[in-house]
């Protein structure tokens, strides 16, 4: 009788820890999501300094097997949002595994703008992708800690469009 107690206590106890880590992930993964919900905003609206604030001192961004830091990171979109119109971004939380203090989560990520080329011509750009973040906590808050892109496609009116092979293209003359 003793053993089977025993089995039912290791059973209840087991169950109510996995209770307690899928709470803590999907906690996590509420809070996460509020906070690229709110980057996501800041972005939109030319905000870049406030976006320091969401990321460890640290972070870094990786994409196409380049890593850049924080304030490399601004600038470039700093620069790059200077170009566009209309612009729209949303990043959904998948999946989201904490461990401790650190969480990481993979996301689909979307965005579309209006952006003018050299020749002052407009035009549509797409993105769809995935990414892998880690966040750290401090305190009550999620800090991003690094993104890596995992895949990315990108269209330019509506074609397939890759920006490092385009500009590494050799010019029509």
Do not use: Y
């Not at 039912?8 to 109510?16: G, I």
């Not at 994409?63 to 979109?77: P, V, W």
């Not at 119109?85 to 969480?103: E, N, Q």
């Not at 003018?116 to 991003?144: C, E, N, R, Y």
Request: proline share 3%; with cysteine.
């Amino acid at each position: 009788m003793k053993s089977i107690t025993i089995i039912l206590v290791a059973s209840v106890l087991a169950a109510s820890g996995r209770t307690c880590l899928a709470d803590a992930n999907s906690d996590a993964k509420k809070a996460i999501q509020a906070g690229v919900n709110k980057a996501m905003q800041l972005i939109m609206e030319g905000k870049f300094d406030a976006l320091t604030k969401m990321c460890t001192p640290d972070c870094t961004f990786t994409e196409n097997g380049k890593s850049t830091d924080l304030n490399q990171t601004l600038s470039m979109m700093k620069t790059e949002m200077a170009k566009c119109k209309d612009t729209k971004m949303a990043s959904t939380l998948l999946t989201c595994s904490v461990k401790g203090g650190i969480a990481t989560c993979t996301s689909h990520d979307i965005t579309s703008t209006s952006e003018q080329s050299p020749d002052k011509k407009w035009h549509k750009i797409a993105t769809d992708g995935t990414s892998k973040s880690t966040f750290v906590k401090s305190g009550a808050t999620w800090l991003m800690k690094s993104s890596a892109t995992i895949s990315e496609k990108m269209t330019m009116d509506g074609k397939p469009f890759n920006p490092p092979a385009a500009a590494t293209a050799p010019k029509k003359q």
